[in-house]
C-alpha cells in the first residue's frame, strides 16, 4: 500500500496485493486537488469528536465506517444471519462466495494499473474504478429481499468484490457476469472520452484510440478479471468465525486455480507448457465462465503441487535425457542460481524471486553468455509464484488470534454496526466506537493506524491540523520476497500432511505468521524511536533546527504534551508512516539512524523473530501550506487552511513515496556488487580478492542513506516543477533530482552526500569487481556444474530458511 511512486511494474505473481495509493481513488488526486482520503477522514474525525446522536445520514455513515474498518464484517453478518435462518427453519443455509480479482495488468491495457499508467491517467481510473464499484451493487445486491434466491455484495475496494449468492446456481452468476461486462465496456469507453480531453502525451492518446477500437468493434467484450467461488453451511462448522475464513480461504484459493488455468495455458514454451497442462486442470465451460473456478480441494492439489514439480524440474541436473540446464540464471547481469541448496532443501533464491516478481530478468547478450532455456525459465518460474500464490491471502492477524482477539474484535464490530442500523433514536455507544474506528483487532491501550481501514483518519486527520509536518515514508525492503519463501514452506506442509478444510485455512494464516509479526514489530519499534525523541524535545528545544528546515518559519503551533497531538504513525501493507511535528527536525538522522540500527529479535509479544535488522528504506518529506485567512472552525483553524494543510501535505506524501523508490536503484548497485564478491569468494585462486572489496563495499553504505525532500524549500512548488521533481525520483534518477536542490541524500549522521560521486564511486567498485571476477561471471551452456556447492548462502537469507525449516517435520527430497 505504498504512496505514489512505488511501483516498477506489476508483480508476476500478483493476486491481490500491489501497490495501493498509486491506483487506488482514495489516495489519487489532480495536482491542485487533494486525494478524498484526507477529506474523509476529516468527516469521520468531526462526526466521533462531536459525539452527538447523529441523524439518519450520520448513522449510515459511521456504519460505513464500521464496514471499512474489518472488511470481513459484510460477510460475517451473512454468516450469523445464514446461521440464525437455519436454525429456525431447520434446514440446511448453503452460502455461497464469490470473489472477484480485478487484475492490475490485463488484456488489451484493461488492467488496473494498465488503466492508470497508460491509457486513462489516474484521475480518470479513479472515476472508472468509482464507476465499476457503483455497478457491481446494482447486478450483485437485491436489496430488498431477505429470502429466495438473492445476492449481497459484502465487501468491494478497487481491486476486489466479494459476492454472497443465495440459491443461485453459477450459471446464473456466470449471466449477470455477461451484464456487468456490458456495463464495464460502456463506462470505459466514457472514460476513454474523458481522458482524451486532457491526454498527457501523444502515447496516451493513441492507447486511447486502440482500446477505443477494440471495445467498440466486440460489443461483447468481456473482461480480463479472475473470480473464486466456495460454499458452506455455515451451521455445519464450529463456529462463526470458522465458517467466515473457511469460506474466504476457500473461495481466493478458487481464483488461485483460475489465475494458474489461465496463466498455464498461455505458456509457449514446451517445459512450461508441459508442467502446466500436466496438471490436467483446464478451464470450466463457457456457461459457468470460464474465467472463475469453484474451489476443489483435489484440483487445488494438483495445481499447487505444480510449485514443486517446477522446483524438482529445474534443480536437476542435466543428463543424457535432458540435456538442458535450468538451474543457472543471469539476474541484473550477474549468474546465479534459480534456486539455493541448503540445508539438504532447495529454495527460491531471493534475488531471483525479486526480479521474476517485477519481471525484469533479461536474456543474456553473448558478452554475458549462452543460455538456450532463458523463455523457458521465465515462464517456469512466473508459473512457480502463481502456483504458490494459490495460498495468497492478506491478513493481518495471526493463528493464535483467530478464536481469541479476533473473535472478539468480529463481536464488537458487529455489535457496534447494528446499533448504527437501529433507530436514530437508540443511543450509540460511542465508547465502543471509537475503540473499533482507532484500534486494531488486539485492542491494545495504545491507539493503532493501519492504511486502508477506517483507522488511519487519525494520520490523516491530525496531520491536517498542522501547517507544517515532517512526513517520514518507510519501505520494509523485500517482504513481498520474504512471503513467497513462507509460502514455499506452508505448501510443502498442505501437501505432504494432506491437509483440509480448518487444518488447511490454519496452515494458510501461519504462511504469513513471520511477515505479520515483522510488521508489528517495525510498527513498535517506530513508534518507541518517536517517543525517545518526543520526550527529548520536552526537554530541549527544537524551534531552531525547525526554522532551519522550514524557511519560510515555523507556523505550526508549539510543541504539546500530548505524543498523539505530534506524532501520526500508521502501518501501512509493507510500509510505516509517520507525519511529525516540525520540532522533530532537530532529530531527523538520528530518528533514521536508530532505526537503521534496530532489530526485531522479538515482537511486542515477546515472539521469537531471529534478531534481524529492520531494514528499511527511508524518505523524510517537508510540507509547508500557504497560509489563508478565514474563520475558526472546532479544531482552531478554518476550513480553508485546512484544505491549504492537506493539499501541501498530500504532495509531500507523494513526493515522499517517490523518494524511497529513488533508493531501489543505490540497493540494486549493492546486491549486484555483493554477488559478484560472492562469486570472487567462491573460487578458491580468488577468494583473498574478496575481503578489500567487502569493505570497500560496507563503506558506501549503499543500504544506509535517506533521502530528504523539500528540506528548507518547504514553500509549493509550480506543476512543471513538482511534476519534473516527482519523475526524477519515480526513474530512480537521484543525481537530477538532487541537482534540482530539492533533494538531499542523507547519511544517518545527517551529511549530505553527493549522489553523483556515490554512484560514480559505486560504479568503479563494480567495475573493480566484474574485472577481478573475470570469465567466473560467464555462463555458456553446457557441462554441467554442481550447484550445491557453488554458491554461498549468506546474511538474511540464511536467517530466513532457518526460521522456516523450524516447523518442518519432513524434509523433501532435492
Known amino acids: 500500500m505504498a504512496r505514489p511512486g512505488e511501483v516498477e511494474g506489476d508483480s508476476a505473481d500478483t493476486t491481490v496485493a500491489y501497490d495501493q495509493a498509486l491506483i487506488d481513488p482514495d489516495y489519487n488526486a489532480e495536482y491542485d486537488e487533494v486525494s478524498r482520503v484526507w477529506l474523509y477522514a476529516q468527516e469521520i474525525r468531526e462526526l466521533m469528536d462531536r459525539r452527538g446522536d447523529p441523524f439518519d445520514p450520520d448513522r449510515k455513515h459511521l456504519a460505513d465506517a464500521v464496514l471499512r474498518q474489518l472488511q470481513s464484517l459484510g460477510l460475517y453478518r451473512e454468516i450469523k444471519l445464514a446461521k440464525a435462518a437455519a436454525k429456525a427453519s431447520r434446514k440446511p443455509q448453503t452460502l455461497d462466495l464469490y470473489v472477484l480479482l480485478f487484475p492490475g495488468e490485463g488484456r488489451d491495457n484493461t488492467g488496473i494499473k494498465d488503466l492508470n499508467d497508460k491509457v486513462l491517467g489516474y484521475k480518470v481510473n479513479s472515476g472508472f474504478i468509482e464507476k465499476r464499484q457503483d455497478a457491481i451493487p446494482k447486478f450483485f445486491w437485491d436489496r430488498n429481499r431477505r429470502t429466495g434466491p438473492r445476492y449481497v455484495t459484502v465487501g468491494q475496494d478497487y481491486k476486489t468484490a466479494s459476492i454472497v449468492a443465495y440459491e443461485k446456481t453459477r450459471k446464473d452468476f456466470a449471466g449477470d457476469l455477461v451484464k456487468l461486462d456490458a456495463k464495464l465496456r460502456q463506462h470505459l469507453l466514457d472514460s476513454l472520452d474523458e481522458a482524451e480531453k486532457d491526454p498527457a502525451d501523444e502515447k496516451q492518446i493513441a492507447e486511447i484510440k486502440k482500446l477505443r477500437k477494440i471495445l467498440r468493434r466486440n460489443e461483447n467484450y468481456r473482461f480480463d478479471f479472475l473470480f473464486g467461488t466456495a460454499s458452506i453451511d455455515p451451521s455445519k462448522q464450529p463456529s462463526e468465525i470458522d465458517a467466515l475464513f473457511l469460506l474466504l480461504t476457500h473461495a481466493l484459493k478458487g481464483a488461485g486455480i483460475a489465475r494458474f488455468v489461465s496463466k498455464a495455458s498461455g505458456q509457449r514454451s514446451t517445459e512450461a507448457r508441459k508442467i502446466g497442462g500436466g496438471t490436467g486442470t483446464r478451464a470450466d465451460s463457457k456457461k459457468l465462465d470460464t474465467r472463475g473456478k469453484a474451489f476443489d480441494l483435489a484440483v487445488y492439489r494438483r495445481t499447487t503441487n505444480a510449485a514443486e514439480q517446477i522446483n524438482a524440474f529445474m534443480t536437476t541436473p542435466y543428463n543424457r535425457d535432458r540435456p538442458y540446464d535450468y538451474i543457472n540464471i543471469l539476474v541484473d547481469a550477474v549468474w546465479t542460481f534459480a534456486f539455493l541448496y541448503y540445508r539438504k532443501v532447495w529454495f527460491g533464491n531471493p534475488d531471483v524471486i525479486r526480479d521474476v516478481r517485477k519481471k525484469l530478468l533479461v536474456k543474456p547478450v553473448p558478452k554475458q553468455g549462452v543460455k538456450y532455456t532463458f523463455k523457458a525459465q521465465v515462464e517456469l518460474l512466473e508459473l512457480w509464484l502463481i502456483a504458490l500464490n494459490e495460498l495468497d491471502f492478506v491478513k493481518d492477524f495471526l493463528l493464535a488470534e483467530f478464536r481469541k482477539e479476533l473473535v472478539t474484535y468480529h463481536q464488537l464490530c458487529y455489535a457496534a454496526f447494528t446499533e448504527l442500523h437501529a433507530n436514530v433514536s437508540n443511543p450509540i455507544d460511542w465508547d465502543r466506537l471509537e475503540k473499533v474506528l482507532t484500534h486494531d483487532l488486539r485492542l491494545t491501550r495504545d491507539r493503532v493506524l493501519v492504511q486502508g481501514t477506517t483507522s488511519e483518519y487519525q494520520f490523516y486527520a491530525y496531520a491536517a491540523d498542522n501547517t507544517q509536518q515532517i512526513f517520514f515514508t518507510m519501505d520494509v525492503r523485500d517482504l513481498g520476497v520474504e512471503v513467497v519463501l513462507w509460502y514455499e514452506t506452508s505448501n510443502l506442509i498442505i501437501l505432504e500432511d494432506k491437509l483440509q478444510d480448518i487444518k488447511m485455512m490454519e496452515e494458510t494464516f501461519e504462511s504469513t505468521k513471520p511477515v505479520n509479526q515483522r510488521k508489528r514489530a517495525t510498527y513498535d519499534a517506530v513508534v518507541a524511536v518517536m517517543r525517545k525523541y518526543f520526550d527529548l524535545l520536552r526537554k530541549t528545544h527544537g524551534r531552531a533546527a525547525a526554522l532551519k528546515a522550514f524557511e519560510t518559519g515555523v507556523q505550526t503551533a508549539g510543541f504539546a504534551s500530548d505524543f498523539n497531538r505530534c506524532v501520526q504513525v500508521m502501518l501501512g501493507g509493507d510500509e510505516v508512516f509517520v507525519a511529525a511535528h516540525p520540532y522533530f527536525a532537530r532529530y531527523v538522522s538520528n530518528i533514521v539512524c536508530d532505526l537503521d540500527k534496530t532489530t526485531f529479535k522479538s515482537d511486542s509479544h515477546g515472539r521469537d523473530l531471529g534478531n534481524r535488522p529492520l531494514n528499511m528504506r527511508v524518505s523524510v518529506a517537508y510540507s509547508s501550506a500557504k497560509v489563508v485567512g478565514g474563520g475558526p472552525s472546532s479544531a482552531g483553524i478554518s476550513p480553508e487552511q485546512r484544505l491549504q494543510n492537506q493539499l501541501s501535505h498530500d504532495r509531500a506524501l507523494r513526493l515522499g513515496g517517490s523518494a524511497t523508490s529513488a533508493l531501489k536503484a ?149
Do not use: W
Request: glycine share 4%.
Open 666 to 814: 543505490l540497493e540494486r548497485t549493492h546486491r549486484r556488487i555483493e554477488r559478484l564478491i560472492d562469486l570472487l569468494e567462491a573460487n578458491e585462486k580468488k577468494a583473498k580478492l574478496a575481503p578489500p572489496f567487502t569493505d570497500r563495499l560496507t563503506k558506501l553504505g549503499l543500504l544506509h542513506y535517506y533521502i530528504q525532500v523539500q528540506y528548507a524549500h518547504t514553500a509549493a512548488l509550480s506543476m512543471p516543477r513538482y511534476e519534473e521533481l516527482l519523475a526524477a525520483l519515480y526513474s530512480g534518477d537521484l543525481v537530477k533530482a538532487q541537482g534540482m536542490k530539492l533533494v538531499d541524500l542523507v547519511d544517518c549522521d545527517g551529511n549530505i552526500v553527493d549522489a553523483r560521486k556515490l554512484t560514480s564511486d559505486a560504479a568503479a567498485l563494480e567495475a573493480e569487481v566484474a574485472k577481478a571476477v573475470g570469465r567466473d561471471n560467464y555462463h555458456q551452456d553446457g557441462p554441467p556444474v554442481n550447484p550445491k556447492k557453488a554458491l554461498k548462502v549468506i546474511g538474511i537469507v540464511a536467517d530466513i530458511i532457518e526460521e522456516i525449516l523450524k516447523p518442518l517435520d519432513k524434509k523433501p527430497n532435492p
